[in-house]
């Protein structure tokens, strides 16, 4: 298994960024509305993305083998890596999306709801970053522990 290259993060959540700009651009355009960010999408990412710091944190005696600590079984630090993988491309997936949706809200800033929805964007998108963060330091201590198997 290759681990995630952080360059194809930034590709998605480039990508992302566009669409979810575009989708906010034509639906103000369109309707003269900002699109509506759910608060709650700011604190899941927030509350994912400190589960899984905390996760990475308290595995990391086992992963790197440290004396007294069981490690992990193989199988398990593998599977660990594939979850930290989807974490870090989904996170990818969220973050361009709500930042582009944020970038778009500047502009209707001026109004209430305008601004609440830039806001909550901002939050999901930089509590995607620490998902995706959080996930990449996880997936790369278990790669690092499968390969010295």
Not at 55 to 74: Q, V
Not at 120 to 144: D, I, K, N, Y
């Amino acid at each position: 298994m290759r681990q995630t290259k952080v360059s194809h993060l930034v590709v998605i959540f480039a990508v992302l960024g566009a669409i979810g700009w575009a989708i906010t651009v034509i639906l103000q355009g369109q309707s003269g509305r900002s699109l509506p960010v759910p608060g709650l999408a700011a604190a899941a990412m927030w509350i994912f993305g400190i589960s899984f710091a905390l996760w990475t944190y308290f595995a990391k005696p086992r992963l790197r083998r440290l004396t007294g600590e069981k490690p992990f079984p193989p199988l398990a630090a593998a599977r660990i890596a594939v979850l930290a993988m989807a974490a870090s491309r989904t996170g990818a997936v969220i973050g361009g999306f709500y930042l582009g949706v944020a970038l778009a809200s500047i502009s209707n800033s001026s109004t209430p709801a305008g601004w609440s929805a830039m806001i909550a964007a901002f939050l999901a998108a930089t509590g995607s970053v620490l998902v995706v963060v959080s996930a990449l330091w996880l997936e790369s201590m278990c790669v690092a522990r499968n390969s010295n198997d």
